[in-house]
């Protein structure tokens, strides 16, 4: 099994600062692509930003210069650096991976539970 643990949620007052972590664990080959994702109340789930393991990025134009993905590839974590942060930031984010859990195995997409992210105004 896979398992993506986040950490680094809570309430924040607006122009304030967060930093998630997500930590994967289990049996794991590799991992490709690493990622955030964050839902509201009511909303759709939708891109904050992902990262590859090369490093190329990518972020949702709502977070563009004010996020920053990053990742330790030996610790198999990704984190996410939010400044700035704005009331309507307020989301659940979630933490993705694509891993293989062995050089034979297909590339399958994990998630983790969820950190809790609130801004207040």
């Known amino acids: 099994q896979v398992q993506l643990v986040e950490s680094g949620g809570g309430l924040v007052q607006a122009g304030g600062s967060l930093r998630l972590s997500c930590a994967a664990s289990g049996s794991i080959a590799s991992i490709n692509t690493m990622g955030w994702y964050r839902q509201a109340p009511g909303k759709q789930r939708e891109l904050v930003a992902t990262i590859t393991s090369d490093g190329t990025t990518n972020y949702g134009d709502y977070v563009k210069g004010r996020f920053t993905i990053s990742r330790d590839n030996a610790k198999n974590t990704v984190y996410l650096q939010m400044n700035s942060l704005k009331p309507e930031d307020t989301a659940d984010y979630y933490c993705?991976?694509?891993?293989?859990?062995?050089?034979?195995?297909?590339?399958?997409?994990?998630w983790g539970k969820g950190t809790p992210v609130t801004v207040s105004s």
């Open positions: 993705y991976a694509d891993v293989r859990r062995s050089k034979w195995s297909p590339w399958m997409g994990y």
